[in-house]
């Protein structure tokens, strides 16, 4: 969250205006009478949020949900992971963009020290949290010197390592094309120090390709949300604290739930109201940025009006930290 827009003079919302754990978890058992068998807590910073336990407990009770697991900065997983895994929690992913502590502070605009998120990791492997995955957003010019440094840290131990490619999120992050670096320059990286195989996938919509070391260090993963879009096998939904369900993470709007589930709305009616939502979606904006990049690159004339409808030049796409990764 930008310092500059966010600091301590800022008015943050009520916790009335925020859904209760009670009311997520509502939500939750309507969503899984839908289909819906894996729940992700994350944020921002979902341990921010006290006693988060306690819903982790709660969505672990929802008895159509398979699996619950969580992303997390690590600052604070240390204090946590027991917790959590007494809980029922499921599996934890950490975001890390660097082991240099001044490259790592860039990336994630933190002031904590990087030994802290380390601790976490590790915290969370011992509490029975594996494998604990651990999320690279690799942004050139910035940190793709540090692909093989991550690599060669995390080869041979349980967890394992995503890299993640640059995106466009939000409007606050100042993305170009140009800071992207492709996934198939990071395996190439990769490969060319320990050569890799590729893995097959484990689910239909799984959006990592996975790729394990030939020389038997474990696995890794890439997700090319930019180069190579999955929009047309996206199974995720996101829901904002405060109660807004997004069919996109690119969106620029949610859906208002909070209001009917506070109004007296049945079960019938909310599940009605979700399966509308999900039915009516359209989202495919990174297979729409794709398609343009690749005509600018070929010197094709570019639709206009699917280009401004894909990236309107005035509309605020929501930023991630309102609805996660």
Known sequence: MPREVFGSAYRFLDRSQLLSFEEIARLARISSTLGVRKVRLTGGEPLLRRELDTLVAMLVDVE???EVALTTNGTALAAHAERLASAGLDRVTVSLDALDEEVFRSMSDSRFALARVLEGIDAAQQAGLAPVKVNMVVRRGVNEHCVLEMAEHF????QILRFIEYMDVGATNGWRLDDVVPATEILAQLD??????????????????RWAYRDGGGEVGVISSVTE????????????????????????RGHDLLTPLRDGATDTELAARLREIWGARGDRYSQLRAERASASKEGAPVDEASSQSTRPQRARRVEMSYIGG
Request: aromatic share 8%.
């Open 229 to 252: 879009p999955f929009c047309g096998g996206c199974s995720r939904a996101r829901l904002s604290a405060d109660g807004r369900l997004y069919t996109c993470l690119f969106a620029e």
């Open 64 to 66: 159509e949900i398979d």
């Open 192 to 209: 060319g120090r320990w050569p890799l195989r590729r893995l097959p996938g484990r689910r239909a919509g799984e959006v990592v390709a």
């Open 155 to 158: 080869r041979n131990t349980p």
